[in-house]
């Protein structure tokens, strides 16, 4: 390497390359797996040096020179690196974005890896001062001041003082000026992992979970578990063995859970089994809470890392075990910008450090369980509910037959009753919030539609308003038709109305609905959670985020208010979905001592699926579905990549998948299919019109090597300006 190298730089812009630098003009050059500070057009941007090189094809004359190197030594190594460059080349995805997408807020910015953190403590002179005698005159001051006598020398984080004692700057100003109290910055530390003082013992084993942890034990290196249980098997217990494995070889483990999964009730559950406080990282986290727990995996302070989705990126030191809880959960998969599957990636991170990844679900996707046919994964199987819960009783209401009433079938509002009257707690699923999710006029027959998108607006009564569950558009609900003057009503339920009914029928019932209108506010979705868990709220109404993970003691009657939307759905996937989420809601019913009981509403009681789902359960269903995706060659039998874009001209949006088409031409060969372009499902939202390019092909190389060569040539393409366009690699939603 010459004395002055090529920095190869990632910068945070959306083209598909390094940009190259000198190394500063004083200095020593960035290590690889620094940030650094390069000019880019008029601005200063934060790069990470990706690579050194010794030359570059840019003419020396024109090659600039990298500014400020924002760290000593490198924020990523080798292994992150790698994983990052993978992510980029897999997802078609700016290696800029990728690193943005990597890395914790604070560091994007350019910030420090150790941000220096203000702290006032009392000085000898605060200590010796009459604090009583002050109280008298200044109780505000007093009581900053024996606040801090308590913390001692080391004083508080401002940080701390602001949430003990909101108003304190202002009580401090005097105390400052007599000398009492002082300020000093100190290097944020790296996170001190604090011991919860007692382990708490859990149950012992069962056989099941025995064979199961004794085959994951089977191997320290790359392996991949599918840990296919039942839900309530006790999967959870089984991790925690192996976590703990891992803590006593002084290996760390980064368990990615579902956005809605990271619940307090988990938190407290794995700690207190550990004796650990484990790192956390997920979307809801101050940018400095989320550094911390960043800084505690890389340097190895923090042995068990649970986070969401983009966790996955989470450096760290000595790295031993990843584990993804309910696999199957569409959170993993980002739906916007970079689209990448953390799940995916947890594997492709795993086979890279070379560790196990085990990756947990009572409803396995049929990808994996594809994989584990092959035999490029182990299925281990959890069949039966842990401890003396049974499974729970399924049977199906036919809508069609009984009648529905707001939503509630009179089948269905007996069961209630009596799991009620026997001290039971009841779940509705009904996946829509809202109170309803279509205005009609009783008159003309006109329906309140969305003025951006191809959609309707949905009433939400508690707010008086309509609203777009797709482009957030909100207008007022009024009571007369747009079109003729008559008067509107409501049509369908959603979650309001469902609470609605059930207050007027059950009203000695506390009634608690979940959803993400209901939690919006700070703290009411752990209150709600509470509630139910406890107890106190006998009926639960609620969304999908109601349907994952929890675990409700008291819960013993799961009521499914509308199965039919996923049984005539248009994607590949709607019945794998359907089934998921039914069996996932269902498995919330009798997970202690009482058998729990599901009914499920539906107006097409003979359709295959359900006979197929209630005799055989998840796993006949997953087998049939297999056999059908290889006979109509969808994935896991394909491979595909859905190209979109959006203008605000219906052409645009065509002409610039025109393009695409054409640049592929006949690169892909007999391997490549090309379908479309064609209008999106929903062809105009937020006032853009989307269109769509679907590649498919059996050949997952192939499919790779046309889009590789796609991409510059689409960045640089003179129809894109005009667009909003993206590659979704393995994509989930075709729309
Ligand atoms: P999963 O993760 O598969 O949903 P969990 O690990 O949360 O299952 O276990 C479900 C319930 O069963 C929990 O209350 C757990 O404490 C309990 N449990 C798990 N394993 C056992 C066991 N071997 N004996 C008794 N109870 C168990
Ligand atoms: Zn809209």
Request: aromatic share 4%.
């Amino acid at each position: 390497m010459s004395n002055s190298p090529i920095l190869k730089v990632a910068v945070n812009v959306p083209l598909s390359r390094d940009f190259d630098y000198l190394a500063p003009a004083r200095g020593t050059a960035p290590a690889v797996g620094c940030r650094v500070l390069v000019p880019f057009g008029r601005r200063q941007q934060v790069g990470l040096v990706t690579a050194q090189a010794d030359k570059s094809h840019i003419p020396s004359s024109k090659i600039k020179h990298a500014g400020e190197v924002l760290d000593e030594s490198p924020l990523l190594d080798a292994s992150d690196l790698w994983l990052i460059r993978f992510t980029s080349d897999y997802y078609h995805h700016p290696i800029g974005e990728v690193v943005s997408a990597a890395l914790p807020g604070l560091l994007r910015q350019g910030k420090p890896l150790h941000p220096s953190i203000e702290r006032v403590s009392i000085t000898d002179a605060g200590v010796h001062s009459d604090i009583e005698g002050l109280g008298r005159r200044a109780p505000k001051q007093a009581e900053l001041l024996a606040i801090l006598n308590d913390a001692g020398g080391d004083g508080l984080e401002t940080d701390l003082l602001t949430e003990m004692l909101p108003a304190w700057r202002r009580a401090a100003r005097g105390l400052f000026d007599k000398g009492l109290i002082a300020r000093f910055s100190a290097r944020a530390e790296d996170y001190d992992e604090q011991l919860v003082a007692e382990k708490v013992a859990g149950p012992t084993l069962n056989a099941d979970q025995r064979r199961a942890l004794a085959e994951l034990r089977g191997s320290d290196a790359y392996a991949a578990y599918l840990l296919d249980g039942v839900t309530g098997s006790g999967k959870t217990e089984v991790y925690l063995q192996r976590i703990q494995d891992m803590l006593d070889r002084g290996k760390q483990t980064l368990l990615l859970v579902p956005e809605i999964g990271l619940t307090p009730q988990l938190v407290s559950r794995l700690g207190g089994r550990l004796g650990l406080q484990p790192a956390l990282l997920h979307s809801a986290l101050s940018d400095t809470a989320r550094l911390a727990a960043w800084r505690a995996a890389r340097s190895g302070a923090a042995r068990l890392i649970v986070g969401t989705r983009s966790a996955i990126f989470t450096p760290m030191k000595n790295p031993g075990l990843i584990i993804v809880d309910e696999e199957h959960d569409h959170s993993f998969k980002q739906q916007e910008g970079l689209r990448y599957s953390a799940r995916d990636l947890a594997i492709a991170r795993a086979r890279n450090l070379d560790i196990p990844v085990i990756l947990g679900s009572a409803t396995p996707t049929l990808e994996m369980l594809q994989h584990c046919r092959t035999g490029a994964y182990r299925q281990i199987l959890l069949p039966s509910r842990a401890g003396n819960a049974k499974p729970p009783a399924m049977r199906l209401v036919d809508t069609m037959r009984a009648g529905t009433s707001d939503g509630i079938s009179e089948p269905l509002a007996e069961s209630i009753a009596s799991h009620l009257d026997s001290d039971g707690q009841v779940l509705l699923f009904l996946n829509r919030r809202g109170f309803a999710p279509t205005l009609i006029c009783s008159q003309c027959g006109h329906i309140a539609g969305c003025e951006r998108c191809d959609s309707r607006l949905t009433v939400h009564a508690r707010s008086r308003e309509l609203r777009c569950h797709h482009c957030g558009h909100v207008r007022a609900l009024r009571d007369n038709c747009d079109e003729c003057g008559e008067t509107v009503r409501p049509l369908g339920e959603g979650t309001e109305r469902l609470e609605d009914a059930l207050l007027r029928r059950f009203p000695n019932a506390v009634i608690s609905r979940i959803d993400s209108d209901s939690t919006r506010l700070k703290g009411a979705m752990h209150e709600a959670l509470e509630g139910a868990t406890l107890g106190t709220a006998n009926i639960l109404v609620g969304t999908q985020m109601l349907s994952k993970g929890h675990h409700f003691p008291k819960l013993t009657m799961v009521g499914v208010i509308n199965a039919d939307q996923g049984l005539f759905g248009t994607d590949f996937r709607s019945a794998e979905r359907m089934a998921q989420s039914i069996i996932q809601v269902a498995g919330r019913a009798g997970r202690e001592a009482r058998r729990g009981e599901v009914l499920i509403q539906t107006a097409f009681p003979d359709n295959v699926f359900w006979k197929t789902l209630l005799e055989g359960g998840y796993r006949k269903l997953s087998d049939e579905a297999i056999r059908e995706r290889e006979l109509t060659r969808w994935p896991p039998f394909t491979w595909l990549a859905l190209l979109r874009s959006a203008a605000h001209k219906k052409a645009d949006a065509h002409r610039f998948l025109d393009v695409a088409r054409r640049q592929i031409g006949d690169t892909g060969g007999e391997m490549l299919r090309i379908l479309g372009p064609v209008a999106a499902p929903m062809a105009r939202k937020a006032g853009r019109y989307r269109a769509q390019l679907l590649l498919q092909s059996s050949d997952r190389a192939t499919l790779h090597r046309v889009l590789r060569d796609l991409r510059p040539a689409l960045e640089g393409d003179a129809t894109a300006r005009k667009v909003r366009w993206s590659i979704d690699v393995d994509p989930i939603e075709l729309f």
